[in-house]
């Protein structure tokens, strides 16, 4: 283990030492940039849960806290590393204001020369993961009745809700506080530029069909729900040109008509492999990253996606604002309806419940954040690699790299390296690169598979960035766990002192 938190710590809600502070209707043919955000309007929404809001921040400063926590603390350490008693007053430093002690052995080796400042914040990025992620397991802090959740999409005529946002880090929030979703009884898996692979969502939907006709789960296979598949692409509405998606080169439209045509390309997939593509249904969502607000396209009646035509949440919150909470929802509807010509009642009844949550989240982010995010742009605290991180439910808090091997994520990888290269290694910081690989205990041998696949998308990542690494500008850590369990991650082992990490305190 990287860290010496006693086990007993692990049932407690963690809580950082020091937190601090983080910082309409259309129907054109073509995808536009929405505006920027109206003037401040006094108050909130009469859809909106602020209760849910207050939580939900909570949680988000308390995580992200922990994080930002991690440049100043270093900084205040490196001053001292010439005082006399160094490490002890160093360590606690770090206990202090971190929550944990820092390697000692860099610590006792600061006098021959400088300090190890990139494998001092690489292990304290991975060592804040690693608190945060025993504590989401152990505490759920995000729950939700996902029971609830599952029979309203029944009755929308769904039995899986699959979601593909784009593997930014501006998304990564996309489940539970965007659309306000039980992020466990959503199938989440991002790719960059929402470009996910057509082969993969067709051995889910395969496995899906196959419980439901072997055991009924969710529910038995002859009754007549439908697997609904989704994209979310992004853009900017601040700096639309700039701060859009880097998969697509900040082109609203083109990130939009490539998610549909991906969507399509698995529809198709479908049908021409299982002659059964009735059982699909499409929707595309847009996310301006900037203000949270979303864009739903609703299919129409024969679930053609039309790219110039959608339901503005942005919009339907300004017109709404001073109306009552039955007046609202009453509106939401009939714009829903109007865009969607022909769409199922339960289409329709599901874009409704989607666009009223996203009503909350506009809230979070007018009241929280002055009705933009200060940070438009990445501001992702390490690249997550591998299979898993269902505990990464906040805004740029992570790039995602889904992946089995490297080769078959390298545009993945890439682009998530290149906005690390600005983010950190521009500062003279290491890439810290999460590698994660989650196993279902049953199955006979599965740890060990992970364990081996953790290992070689290390190597792999070595070998890729090679410099980056010989630098020491890229640290890996390696974790496993059992999802089916549903238990804390195990960590494997860490670049940052790779031949005895559990020794080197």
Known sequence: MLSTRRKSARNTRWSPPSPRPTAPLRSDDSVTPSRVPAAPRVGLHPLTNQAENQRLHDYEQRVKGAFDAIVPTLKQIAAIQREADFERKAQAIAREQLGFE????????????????????????????????????????????????????????????????????????????????????????????????????????????????????????????????????HFSSGDPEHEGCAAHGSDTALAARAGMQRLRAFQEAVQNSFCCGASIDLLLIGLDTDTDAIRVHVPDED??????????????????FNLSAQQAASMIADRVRAVSTGATPGMIQLVCRLITSNISQIDYVNQYFNQQYPDIGHAERFIGAGIGFEEIQLRNLTYFAYMNTVEEATADLDVGVKIFTGLNVSHG?????????????????????????????????????????????????????????????????????????????
Request: proline share 4%; hydrophobic share 40%; with cysteine.
């Open 102 to 233: 820092l390697p000692a052995k860099t610590l006792a080796d600061a006098w021959v020369g400088q300090l190890d400042m990139r494998r001092l914040f690489a292990w304290s990025v991975f060592e804040t993961y690693h608190a945060f992620c025993d504590d989401f397991f152990t505490t759920d802090p995000l729950g939700v009745p996902e029971k609830d959740f599952q029979n309203f999409i029944l009755q929308c005529g769904f039995h899986t809700l699959d979601i593909s946002p784009c593997a930014d880090g501006r998304l990564a929030h996309v489940i539970r506080y965007v659309l306000r979703l039980p992020h466990r009884a959503v199938r989440r898996k991002s790719y960059a530029g929402a470009m996910f692979d057509v082969e993969d969502s067709l051995a889910k939907w395969t496995e899906t069909e196959f419980l439901r006709f072997r055991e009924g789960r969710p529910n038995t296979s002859d009754e007549q729900t439908r697997y609904l598949k989704t994209v979310v692409y």
């Open 429 to 505: 910081l290491p890439i810290p690169i999460v590698i994660r690989f989650d196993y279902h205990g049953q199955v006979p041998g599965a740890r060990d598979r992970a364990v081996a696949n953790c290992k070689r998308v290390a190597d792999a990542l070595r070998t890729r960035y090679i410099e980056l690494a010989q630098n020491g500008l890229l640290h890996t850590l390696l974790a496993v766990r059992d999802c089916t369990a549903g238990e804390q991650i195990e960590v494997l082992e860490s670049s940052v002192y790779p031949q005895n990490t559990a020794g080197a305190h």
């Open 303 to 320: 679930g053609t996606i039309l790219l110039g035509t959608y339901v503005d949440a942005r919009e339907i919150y300004e017109e709404t």
